[in-house]
């Protein structure tokens, strides 16, 4: 009914970067176009089209002329003085189904489709993606919705699909420490022969993710098709699934929930499901630590978690065990990128480390060995543990970091960490009686990890670990003065270790 | 505890509209200052500040100089060349406050005015915008927090004050034709000695606001100094209170409720006080038009929303009479900026109308003159008759149409209306049983109205009214062939007045 007409275009690129796709035209074409600042426009060019917001100017641009931000002229595959078709974008058709959601109406397959598909194609501003996440936080969606949004999410990006069964393992993270534990259970896993090709994110609030750790040690910024052919070869990979388009949907909702500070229980479902999915991973172990500081606070708040991704499973046709997980303090001795890679390293070389980690990684890899049948139920620890203690899994492991770019001959005292260090000492004898997860993650941020691979934090002594007057309990490290001291501050008013003994007080 | 130093920069500008303050820095000082793309920063000019989200560019801007929209630099009053600061700004302190109400905590007075003063000044995007309001679907306000929300968008914008008692009369609007009403109402109430500063929208979905309306006989575009000059000097404004800055979160609300498609009720509310508040008025009726098509579609929604308005109005100290009127069908003959401006001109002029204009002018009217003494309960509408009737109002119309720069002598023949035009007549004999209030909108609109202000619909029959078979039923303006066109084949689909006959259907 409303009259559109298409525009033509001359383009020109400008060198910014913008936070959307934006395209700035003469104030005067815009005019004729009926459109305004801030107006939603669809560029096509050939057969292609993409979306982008128009802003306006009197001056720079002339009539006739639009201008692009780089990024999106080499997206289109344009160059300076190509032309382009632009026409205003009425309401998208899958504004209906945002509506319904926003008066508590459920949606369909099909809806759920046209509303993730509008929102990779950038058709929707903050404002529609807040409203669908904020929905959420009081109007769950049911799990036939929840499954709908994930199979959406999978089928508006990258697919991929092995010959051979797809086993993987995801940790929902909050746990300092806790990054380095894949370095130890997907070479186990591949080391028995199975196919994981695994990738993990970047750390958004922690001071380090697996790709941040492996990055040590190893490229992670693959492509698809590296992924696909190193995984074929090795049987496993440590990659950064940022870049892949995996589930790209999933990235433009990180972005939007961390600004809000919100994460939707459901989302995150949907978040770690989805890039699964889109991996073509078919069995999956799923481990949720539990305990104060982490994720989640509490053991039924982990069940009901668990039962969601248990009755997805069942919907999306994706097999998953849930280990719930204890999470109440940093996982093995070690925080940040370089000395959480050392940590793994070391514990792949000397067959032995924190138990904490060596368990964890056990127990997850025992899981999946379990699911594959390659062991009886019950029996995967001992043959993850027999794998690993044989030095098979270090063996894959150096076989992986090869196919990745690193070295695989590389010592752990050779990996470099922060160049200034201070370390904390017991004020008292007694003996450790809490770490706080979260300071630890605050003072690890603050040293500057995971952007600097080497700061962090290692600590001396754990939980239940005796210690006497002047031992250390922990060394804080940087490659910048100036954020070690930022970190010292954080550390004498955030206390992230507790040591008491049986004297309480002397009375002069 | 943020190491967070301010770095200076020499101002370019750049004609260019954005949707938000922007600057534009050198990818490599972005990196200094430890921002990426699209964080928040501080821009400082000696004690004056105002926060912008940044952009970046490898080439376009120089090390050492930040562009700025021009827009950005004539509000800060800066020139080309100048130094400014630029530092990052971390979480805003009321972000707080937002991630409390997302959790259904209660805020405080304070905290409002937090949220509300960041919000003014643009350190939140859409995202959180969207999320602080979708929240009040779900989760609404308690009244004493609306109270506060209330003060805080009238506090964090311009306030008018006036030496004397200030009346206002506002309708909730969405029924077609209804924009004329206060072109009656306000120059009775003013020729009655009260004043009535009124300051109107312009239509947003509707196809004409009472500021859309008045722009056809005098400006409306006044300053907030023209307005209360004008109000001193003959009682009573037809302004449009778009660019005064009054309540300047209201705009920033309504500009993301628009593209939700949402409107919460309780955010409605706080929309029209702040207004109102922030104009001085002390005195005010609210109009909620009920019926099919109407914003408020029945008797006990328009109840619980009255009842809202008067807790609001004893907590904020602002004296409310609600009236619920009978909104099934069109005010008056007219929908269209132009075709309203001449009904209401031509009631002043020959002292009678169409009944449903002429008695609820006359009814808001008179509830004003009750509440303020001038007339005894009950006795209101006809003292508001006789001013109307005498031609008081029309003499205080003409003074008010000639303040605001129009021509007081203008005769409603000699409004311009849409040149092009069709006359629908009726198929049979009958009467009008219905008349569709949306059609009706959605018909204007195509027609071109508001931006076209000759575009719209004159009904020649309303509802109960019999006619004869090829009586004319409605008449469309417009200025532009290609649009009465499509407002034709919208006519056919949507029959937007229905006639019915006692004979259904004869058998050949």
Redesign the interface.
Known sequence: ???QTTRTFRVKS??????QATI?LN?EDALQLGIG??SIVLITIGNKQHTA?A??????TERGECILPVELVYKLGLSDGDIVGVKPVGLPSS?SA??KR?KGEKLTEVEFMGLIRDIVNGIY???????F???Q???PLTDQELSYLVKAMVETGVKVKFEETTYDVHSIGGVPGNSKVALLTVPIVAAAGLLIPKTSSRAITSPAGTADTMEVLARVDLTVDEIVEIARKTKGTLAWGGRLNLAPADDIFVN?ER????DPEQQMVASILSKKLAMGVEKLVIDIPVGRGAKVQDLSKAEELASIFIRQGSLLNISIKVAITYGGQPIGTSVGPALEAREALKAHVEKRGSKSLIDKALMLAGLILEMSGKAQPGAGVEIAREIFLSGRAYDKFKEIIAAQGGNPEIKPEEVPVGRYSYTLKSPIEGAVTHIDNTAVNLIAR?LGAPFDKGAGVEFHAKIGYRVAKGDPLLTLYSNSE??LD?AL??LSELKPIVVEGMLIKTIP
Chains 1, 2 share one sequence.
């Open positions: 009914m409303k009259v400008i060198d910014v970067k913008f936070t700035i104030e600042n801030g917001i802003l306006t100017s009197k001056t720079i504004f945002l509506k926003l501003g903050e404002a529609e993606i807040a409203a996440l904020v929905s936080l009081y109007n939007i600004k809000l500070a919100i603050a100036a954020r930022e501050a954080l």
